[in-house]
């Protein structure tokens, strides 16, 4: 059976970094997608990487999984939910994305 995995609109999350809240922001996407543009805040752990990377992750602070279009970090919710993480996806990926990037 298949879950529904919490989920934050780009909006949303723009408007907490802008705020100063405490979030790991965690991009999944390959290095060359990464350099073409991120979100300044975010870490960059590809998906393949990210059951050896866990570790890296603090659970006392919520996660925001990104990705271009937010099927990868879909799947990154959903397993690091399974794993007992506070974790949400960021829908729409950083094609939907308001705020600045960075290279």
Known sequence: MSHGVKEMTPQELLEKLEANEELQVIDVREVDEWNAGHIKEAK?????????????????????MVCRSGARSHN??????????????????MLAWPGEVEQ
Do not use: C, K, W
């Open 44 to 64: 960059l752990i590809p998906l393949g990487f990210l059951p050896h990377r866990i570790d890296e992750l603090d659970r006392d602070i919520p996660i925001v």
């Open 76 to 93: 990154a919710t959903a397993y690091l939910s399974e794993q007992g993480y506070d974790v949400a996806n960021m829908v729409g990926g």
